[in-house]
């Protein structure tokens, strides 16, 4: 039997590979309205650039911060509207 390995989203971490992935994702679904989303597009760019020359302990320190803000955000934002969770996060699906 193989052991699952927890789930722990202080050491989550994410490939440089993986980081550029979900940037192209985005980049993609702004392209679906490109005029509107200009400056989107052109950020999220940028963003590219940044991780492509960074190191990867530096990216991981860096996603690793972003991505456990990002689970406090959400923790906050589900006490603070006094809902389930599930129903916070069909609507940031939305």
């Known amino acids: 039997m193989v052991k699952k390995k927890s789930f722990d989203p202080d050491n989550l971490v994410l490939t ?16 679906k309205h490109p005029s509107k989303n200009a400056n989107n ?5 940028a963003v590219k650039t940044g ?3 960074t190191d990867d302990e ?6 690793g911060e972003i991505i456990a803000w ?4 959400l ?3 589900a006490k603070a509207h006094d809902e389930e ?5 069909k609507k940031l699906k939305k």
């Open 16 to 31: 440089k590979g993986e980081i550029l992935e979900f940037c192209d994702r985005v980049i993609q679904k702004w392209n």
């Open 41 to 45: 597009i052109l950020a999220m760019n």
């Open 51 to 53: 991780v492509t020359w």
């Open 58 to 63: 530096s990216l991981k320190a860096i996603w």
């Open 70 to 73: 990002v689970f406090e955000l």
């Open 75 to 77: 923790y906050e934002n």
């Open 85 to 89: 969770w599930a129903n916070v996060m």
